[in-house]
C-alpha cells in the first residue's frame, strides 16, 4: 500500500502508551516531555501536529495490579489513566489524542487487523513454552535471565515457566523485508547505536512469536476463539491507529488511516524496541498498511547515578517535582541536561545549580537589568533603533541572524541539549557585550544613541532566546515575551500561525511603540533544600 498521507505538512508523533499498573513515573514523563517539545517546535514551523499518548491498559501485569490494589481492573485503569492525564496537565503536555486500549473502538480496530494478519496466513496455532516475566509481558530466553531466574529490568520478580497452546505470529517470514527497511531507510531507527542494536538482533534470525494468551481474561479475546485473549503488546501497538480516529469516525482501518497515517515518529525508551522496531513494522506489512517513517530510542534515567528502583527506593516522583519547582523548570533539565538518546541523572543539586546558572542568571536577570536600564534611560520603551539600519557585523546581531537556522536543525534532529546550549551562547554573549559596552556609563557620558543601540540589541537577542525556548520553556517564554511588551502566551494553541518559525528573518521583531512592562524576575531562584 502506498504512502496515504494526504497532507504533507502534517506532522504525527507518539509517545508509548503507558502501562497502568502504577502511577506515572520519571521516565514516562520524560518522554512525554520530549514529545511536546517535539510537537511544539513543528507547529512552529507551521506544521498540522497531532500528538499521541495515552494508556495501555491490558495483560496480566494489569490485572495483578488491580488485585494487588483490591480494585477491578477496569476501576484501577480508570483511576491511573486519569492521574497521568493530571501529570500532563501539570507539565504543559499539549497532547492531542489520548488513547486508551480498554476503549470499545480500539477493540474494533484490533479486530479488523487481526482479521488482516489472518487472511495473509500469518496466524497459526503452536505451542509455546519458556520464561515469561510478568513485568516486561516479554517471553525471555534463559541465557538472558539472572543466576535466580529473574529478569534484568525486573531483578525482584521471578520469569514464570509458560507451557500452553497460543497463537503465533509469522515473525520470521519478514526476516528479509525487515533486513531489506533498515537498509533502504537508514533513518527508520534512531540514534544510531539503537539501530545496530536492532540490526545484529535481527541478523541472528527471527523467530515467531505467540500473540495470544490462555487464562488470563483482561483483554480482547481472540477473534473466533474466546478461550485466548489477545497479547498485550499486539493489541497495545495498535493503540496508535485507533488514536488517528475522529470522535465521530466509525472505527474502522480506513477512516483511522485517512488523514495522519503513516506516523511520522514514534517517539520510545530503548526497552521497548525490539517491539517498535522490529515486530510493529513486520505486523504492518503483513496487514498491508505503510510503515511509520522513524523510531527513535531515547536512553533511561538514573537518580544519583543509581538506577531508580520501588526495592532501592529511589525513584523521582514527577508530581513532586513539578509541584516544587514548576513545569518549566523539569522540562528544560530534562532536555538541557540530558543529550536525547544516551542515558542520563538526576541529581537534584545538579537540577538546582543548572537552573539558576540558566534560567535564573543567565536568561531572568539579563532581562531584568536591561529593561531597569530601558526603563532609566528610554521612558519603558522599545529603544530608538531600526535594526534594519544596525549593521549585520554587530556582535549579537550576527549570532541571531544565524541561530533561527541552528536551533531548527537541532530540534529537527532532536537534539534538545544543543537547541538549549546554542541559544545560551547568545545570551551569555549578551551579557558580556552589556559588561563589555557599560551603557550606564555612555548614558553619563550623553551618548543617548549609544544607549538606545546597546539596549536594543540586548532586548531583541533575549526576545530571540525566548523564542527559541518556547518549544522547551513555553511558561518562561511568555513571561519574557509579556514583559518585552508583546500579548502572546506561548501555551494558547491558536498563537501559533502568527509566530511561524522564520529561519532568517526572525531578528529585529522587538519593534517600535511597544511599552515593556514593570521588570519582575521571569524565573525565580531556587533554593537548595535543606539537608536534614
Ligand atoms: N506499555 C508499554 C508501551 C506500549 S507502546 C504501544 C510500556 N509501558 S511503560 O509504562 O512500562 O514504559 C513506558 C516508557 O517509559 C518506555 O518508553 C520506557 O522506556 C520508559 N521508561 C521506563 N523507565 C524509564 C527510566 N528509568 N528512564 C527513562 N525512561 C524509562 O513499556
Not at 498485550?232 to 477512516?255: I, M, Q
Not at 538526576?346 to 531597569?372: P, V, Y
Not at 532568517?504 to 521571569?522: I, Y
Amino acid at each position: 500500500m502506498n504512502d496515504t498521507r494526504t497532507q504533507p505538512n502534517t506532522f504525527a508523533l507518539t509517545t508509548p502508551l503507558y502501562y497502568v499498573n502504577g502511577l506515572p513515573h520519571i521516565g514516562s514523563a520524560y518522554t512525554t516531555i520530549a514529545a511536546d517539545a517535539i510537537a511544539r517546535f513543528q507547529k512552529l514551523r507551521g506544521r498540522s501536529v497531532l500528538l499521541i499518548t495515552g494508556t495501555d491498559e491490558h495483560g496480566q501485569k494489569i490485572q495483578r495490579s488491580a488485585i494487588d490494589a483490591g480494585r477491578s481492573p477496569q476501576e484501577r485503569c480508570d483511576e491511573i489513566a486519569g492521574k497521568f492525564q493530571d501529570l500532563w496537565q501539570q507539565l504543559g503536555i499539549q497532547y492531542d489524542r489520548f488513547s486508551r486500549t480498554t476503549a470499545p473502538r480500539h477493540e474494533a480496530i484490533v479486530k479488523e487487523f487481526f482479521g488482516r494478519v489472518w487472511d495473509r496466513g500469518d496466524i497459526y496455532l503452536g505451542q509455546q513454552t519458556g520464561w515469561y516475566c510478568v513485568a516486561c509481558e516479554e517471553f525471555k530466553e534463559k541465557r538472558d535471565l539472572l543466576e535466580g531466574g529473574q529478569c534484568p529490568l525486573h531483578p525482584n520478580q521471578t520469569a514464570e515457566w509458560r507451557d500452553e497452546r497460543n497463537y503465533f505470529f509469522a515473525l520470521s517470514k519478514y526476516q528479509e523485508r525487515l533486513e531489506d527497511l533498515y537498509q533502504k531507510q537508514p533513518d527508520f531507527i534512531q540514534p544510531e547505536i539503537r539501530r545496530n542494536e536492532v540490526l545484529s538482533f535481527v541478523k541472528g534470525g527471527l523467530q515467531d512469536f505467540s500473540i495470544s494468551r490462555v487464562n488470563l481474561d483482561w483483554g480482547f479475546p481472540v477473534p473466533g476463539d474466546p478461550d485466548h485473549t489477545l497479547y498485550v503488546w499486539f493489541d497495545a501497538l495498535l493503540g496508535y491507529v485507533t488514536a488517528l480516529l475522529d470522535s465521530t469516525d466509525e472505527p474502522t482501518l480506513e477512516n483511522a488511516i485517512a488523514r495522519w497515517w503513516p506516523i511520522n515518529l514514534h517517539l520510545i525508551g530503548k526497552d521497548i524496541l525490539r517491539f517498535h522496531a522490529v515486530y510493529w513494522p513486520a505486523m504492518l506489512m503483513s496487514a498491508d498498511l505503510p510503515l511509520p517513517d522513524r523510531v527513535f530510542g531515547h536512553g533511561f534515567l538514573t537518580k544519583n547515578g543509581q538506577k531508580m528502583s520501588k526495592t532501592l527506593g529511589n525513584i523521582v516522583d514527577p508530581v513532586e517535582l513539578v509541584e516544587k519547582y514548576g513545569s518549566d523548570a523539569v522540562r528544560y533539565y530534562f532536555l538541557k541536561e540530558i543529550e536525547f538518546g544516551k542515558d542520563g541523572d538526576f541529581n537534584e543539586t545538579r537540577f538546582i545549580n543548572i537552573l539558576n546558572a540558566d534560567l535564573a542568571n543567565d536568561l531572568g536577570n539579563l532581562l531584568n537589568r536591561t529593561l531597569k536600564m530601558a526603563q532609566k534611560y528610554c521612558g519603558g520603551k522599545v529603544p530608538k533603533v531600526n535594526p534594519e539600519e544596525l549593521e549585520c557585523e554587530h556582535p549579537l546581531k550576527t549570532i541571531g541572524l544565524c541561530l533561527g537556522e541552528r536551533v531548527a536543525a537541532a530540534y529537527e534532529s532532536l537534539a534538545f541539549h544543543q537547541a538549549c546550549e546554542e541559544t545560551l551562547i547568545l545570551v551569555r554573549s549578551c551579557n558580556k557585550f552589556l559588561d563589555d559596552r557599560a551603557p550606564w556609563t555612555l548614558y553619563k557620558k550623553g551618548e543617548q544613541q549609544a544607549v538606545e543601540e546597546v539596549l536594543y540589541v540586548v532586548l531583541e537577542s533575549v526576545r530571540l532566546a525566548a523564542y527559541l525556548l518556547c518549544a522547551i520553556v513555553p511558561g518562561l517564554s511568555t513571561a519574557i515575551y509579556q514583559q518585552l511588551g508583546f500579548e502572546i502566551d506561548f501555551d494558547d494553541p491558536s498563537t501559533w500561525k502568527d509566530l511561524s518559525f522564520d529561519l532568517h528573518g526572525s531578528w529585529g521583531k522587538l519593534d517600535g511603540d511597544r511599552t515593556f512592562s514593570k521588570p519582575s524576575p521571569v524565573f525565580a531562584r531556587l533554593e537548595m533544600p535543606e539537608t536534614p
